[in-house]
Each structure stands twice: as C-alpha cells, then as structure tokens.
C-alpha cells in the first residue's frame, strides 16, 4: 500500500463518513447546539468542560493520572468540578477576579489541570509556563502578562525571579515551602475553601488563556485565546479524534503547549471522555506500559516520539499489549514515511497527521479516516474551514505551487490578540482574508496538502518551537561571542536539531569546554530544549541589507548546501 503513498479510507464507520458532503454544507454554528449557553446564554470554558459533564456522568472518569515514580489517582467529573470549585474560591479569596492574569508553572500532575479549570471558572486568563522554562523565559512571560497569581511547586519555585515581578502578588505552592514564607500552601486553601462555587458567566469572546509561542524575530508572543475555542475543539475532537463514548483518550503533548491544553484535556472533557495524563519524562518502556495499561483508545503524539518508541525495536512493542489502540494522531513535525510504515506494520494502522499551530488553537488541515492518506501530506482542510496557498503579496497560488499556507480568518478558536502587541497581531492578517501562518506548502490537484518547512527560519526541533533569535541574544550576550546565527539543521530523530554558527571575539579559541558553556547558558536561562547541540565557528554571520540575520543564508548552511567560509 505504501510503495504507491497511498494508502485506502479505513472501513467501517467513524463519525465523519462523508467529508466531501460536510465540506459543502458544514458551519460551525450547527455545533453551537452542543453547549449549554446555546439555551442558557451562560458562557464558560471550564463549566462545560467539566461542570456540565459532572451533571451527566458525574461518576465518569475524567482523567488517569500516574507519574513515572509510582504516585497513581484517578479524579471523576464530580472531584474535579468540586475541587476546581474550592480552587476557584481560594482564587477568588485572594482577590483575583475576571480579566487577571494566573500564571501555572508546574510539571504534569493534577494540581496543574484543576488550577487551570479554577482560573477559567472565575473569568481568570490562564499563563501557562511549561516546566522546563529557566529564569530568564519565566521572567518575560511572567512579566508580559503581569501575571497577578503564580502556582508552583517547591522544585521549581527557586527558577521564578520574584523580585522582578512587581504585578506578582501571590504565589501559590503545591509541595512543602522551602524557599521563603511567603507563599500559600495550595493545598491548605483549597482544602479549607468551599466546593460551591457558581461559574463567572462570561463572552464568547472573553480571553481564557495566553499561550506564549517563538517568533522568529523577537520575544515569546502571548497568543490570545477565548473561551469560543471550544466550538472548534469540540467538533474536531468528533471528527478528526473520532472520539466515541467508551473511548480513553491519551495526548502525550504537555500541557505548558497548546496541544496539550486543546487536546490534553480541554477537547476530550467537552465530550466526557477521560484522559489518561503521565508524569515524568519520556521513555518508551513508560509509555508501552502506559498505553497498554489504561487500555488507551486514542493516542496523539508525535513524530520524535514515535521514531524513539521505534528505536525499542520490536521486543519492546511484544512484552505490551497494545490491542486496544484504534486511533493514532500525530502533530507538530512532518509525519515521515518510516512512522507511518512502522504504524501500518507493527501497530496494525496508520497514523494520522494533523497540522495546526499555537495561533490557530484547534486543529486546521487533517487526514480523516473516512479519507485515503497520501504519503506526506498533512491532509485536508476541516469543513468549514478555507485554506489555501498565497504568494508574498497574498495571491493564491494554482495546485501545485509552493506558497505561504494561509487560512482564511474567523474559524472558532482562532487566536484573538497577541497580548499588549496588536501590531504583532494584524502582521498575521496583512493580506486580508488570510491568516499567513508562516509555513510553506503547496496542494496537489486533488487539494491534499503537502507542507514544505518554515518560510522565517523559526526552529522546530522535536515538535518544539525555538525562536532563533532568543537563542541567538543569549549566545551574544556571552563574552567570548561576537556574533551568532541560529538555524535547524535536518535530523533523522528529531526532525532539525538546533545548529549555532559563532563568530568568536579576539583572544578566545573554540573548545568543547566553551561549547558546554554556551550550551549551560542558553539551558539554564531559556529551557534545554532550545539549546544547541551543534556548532561551527565562522569568520561572519549572513546578514540582510538591513543589518538582520539572514535566515535564508543560514539555512542554506545548515541544510549542508552551502559551506561557510
Ligand atoms: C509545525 C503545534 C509538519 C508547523 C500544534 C507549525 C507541523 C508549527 C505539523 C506550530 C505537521 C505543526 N507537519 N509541521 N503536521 N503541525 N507543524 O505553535 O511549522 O507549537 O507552524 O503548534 O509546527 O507549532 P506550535
């Protein structure tokens, strides 16, 4: 099936069967039926997601969570619409109220999903910060946001550089307090808090969460999201996720990234079906033992970790049983022809690719069951959804042209601002009716599209996105630095890795000593994941007339086409 890179429609049915006849007739609205304020009037992310659910099924399970260490505790709708509603009223009797900024810094456990549902019942904007963020990337996000109320835990507390951040008033702990007293045990108060506590009714169009994601050419952008996403992330849960009554859902992405908040949970609870969550750090055993444990059902990952689950070999995949998997997702990074034949081979199906980014907050082109696949393509637009390819100057482009992927805007759970920076927002809407996303990639004559790479040079190393120009600031604020230019470099595991050129100051000589420093640097005071793990020292970085970097050169080196002097 494979050799020809096609491969047939699953049989059977799944809930969407007839693309074609949604893509003619589908509007979003037919979905706004769905929710409870379609009647009611009454807004809320949270209630419906886990409220609403409790009224049906209080007794269902919402999520499975186990750590790597052991711990294991599984939370029903009614616990965690119950303790969300004491965290909500421990938020509140902080004095934090609809509009203020929470940030949650903290690694994948229970007290983080319940945190987040307590902010958004009381109208609150959630910041999440991923738990591998160092001083200096917590600092902007933190401040940018002026993020009133931080929880945290014990481990990462010493990372948050609390004199810095005057619009930070409370922070609130969930281990043992080590560090200073003045903190509040989040535990305590939400024990001590009352489980009533009535949703703040809000608009559509309230923000709920500010995500912040790499730019090329600046700091994290803080993508604005509102509680109306969850029209888009209700009907792609159904469609592209065929989520069934029955079903356990496990999205292995961590919540401090939009996949992992959409459909970490936010998506999969508007439906009622569980989530399994797993703390700890990747490894393919874990995640064998995790999937065959809790029987899970649906499984979105991603490329990097499929080629690590693969890299087991096949006497990993023998001692699990994996029966019970019957949909596989995939984002963030080209689905490549090795996973999707190790899928077909070994796991009895293929994986499905689904392509969307942090500002477009739900998923945009995708391959359905219902559908064939063709090798390499991220598939399909979802009904009611425009896409299509421009050039610079957003003209549409014929099939089989190589433009910028846009999107035409007003889909449901579209971002709606870049916080504090409206110019930062409209640069994404300049060639009106498109969103230009930033990505390249053409169509084929039968509208399957093919993605082709970033067109700004922005990294996107194991599904992550890595500005360069962050990694590049700290590399020259370094002494032995002059100048440094930042690019992927094509990588069989990773998909790019994080390539730095460095131009060295008079008097320091290259060394792997002064490689480790620079690479501690950017770890210690960005996140590991967007240090480098290759360099080379050049007489002059590429730059553009107007002084910039000049991405385009460095790829062209990085991808080992050209040579630098
Ligand atoms: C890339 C992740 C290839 C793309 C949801 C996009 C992909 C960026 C795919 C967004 C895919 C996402 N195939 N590349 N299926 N899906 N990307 O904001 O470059 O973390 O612009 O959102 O990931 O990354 P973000």
Not at 41 to 50: I, M, Q, S
Not at 366 to 386: D, H, Q
Not at 461 to 476: C, I
Request: charged content about 20%.
């Amino acid at each position: 099936m494979l050799e020809k890179g096609i491969i047939e429609p699953l049989p059977g049915q799944h809930n969407l069967n007839d693309y074609e006849a949604q893509l003619k007739s589908f509007s979003f609205s037919e979905v706004e039926k769905e929710f409870s304020w379609y009647e009611t009037g009454k807004v809320n992310l949270a209630y419906e997601a886990v409220d609403r659910q409790a009224e049906k099924n209080g007794s269902g399970t919402a999520l499975y969570y186990s750590h790597s260490d052991g711990q294991q505790e599984n939370f029903t709708f009614q616990s965690l619409a119950g303790l969300s509603n004491q965290a909500a009223n421990m938020f509140s009797s902080l004095g934090i109220k609809k509009g203020d900024r929470v940030g949650i810094f903290l690694p994948r456990s229970p007290e983080l999903y319940i945190s987040f549902l307590a902010a958004i019942k009381l109208g609150a904007v959630v910041v999440p910060l991923f738990e591998a963020f160092m001083e200096d990337a917590l600092q902007d996000r933190l401040q940018d946001s002026g993020a009133k109320a931080l929880v945290t835990s014990s481990e990462l507390l010493e990372r948050v550089p609390r004199g810095e951040l005057p619009d930070l008033k409370h922070i609130l702990l969930t281990g043992e307090n080590t560090l200073t007293q003045q903190v509040i045990n989040w535990w305590t108060e939400v024990n001590n808090a009352s489980p009533d506590f009535t949703s703040v009714w809000v608009a559509r169009d309230d923000p709920a969460f500010i995500l912040y994601a790499a730019g090329a050419d600046g700091k994290p952008k803080g993508i604005v999201h509102v509680h109306e996403c969850m029209v888009g992330l209700w009907v792609t849960a159904k469609w592209v996720h065929d989520l069934h009554a029955g079903d356990i859902y496990w999205c292995t992405a961590d919540p401090g990234f939009i996949t992992g908040i959409a459909y970490g949970f936010l998506a999969p609870w508007l439906h009622g079906i569980p989530v399994v969550v797993r703390g700890g750090r990747f490894n393919a055993e874990d995640w064998c033992q995790t999937l065959s444990e809790y029987g899970v059902t649906v499984w979105y990952s991603a490329p990097t970790a499929f080629r690590m689950m693969m890299s087991g070999g096949d006497e990993l995949l023998q001692n699990y049983d994996l029966s019970a998997l019957r949909h596989i997702l995939s984002v963030g990074e080209p689905l490549t022809a090795e996973v999707l034949s190790w899928s077909i081979e070994k796991l009895g199906q293929p994986v499905y690719d689904t392509w969307w980014m942090s500002e477009t907050g739900m998923n945009i082109i995708c391959n359905y069951r219902c559908l064939k696949l063709k090798l390499g393509s991220i598939g399909k637009p979802f009904p009611g959804i425009e896409t299509s390819i421009v050039d610079d100057d957003g003209n549409e482009l014929p099939a089989n042209r190589i433009g910028n992927l846009a999107i035409k805007a007003g889909w449901p759970a579209m971002f709606r601002n870049v916080w504090k920076a409206p110019e930062k927002y409209e640069a994404y809407f300049k060639h009106q009716p498109w969103f230009v996303s930033g990505d390249a990639a053409y169509r084929d004559d039968e509208g399957y599209y093919f993605f082709q790479g970033r067109v700004d040079g922005l990294i996107n190393t194991a599904g992550e996105r890595v500005s360069p120009w962050e990694v590049e600031n700290k590399l020259t604020a370094h002494p032995a630095v002059a100048g440094a230019g930042v690019a992927g470099k094509p990588d069989n595991l990773r998909g790019e890795i994080v390539k730095a050129y460095v131009v060295l100051n008079s008097g320091y000589s290259w060394s792997d000593h002064l490689a480790e420093e620079l690479r501690n640097t950017v770890k210690s005071e960005l996140a590991a994941h967007t240090a480098p793990r290759e360099w080379q020292v050049t007489q002059a970085i590429p730059r553009t007339a107007d002084g910039s970097v000049d991405r385009k050169a460095l790829k062209t080196w990085a991808m080992g086409l050209e040579q630098p002097e």
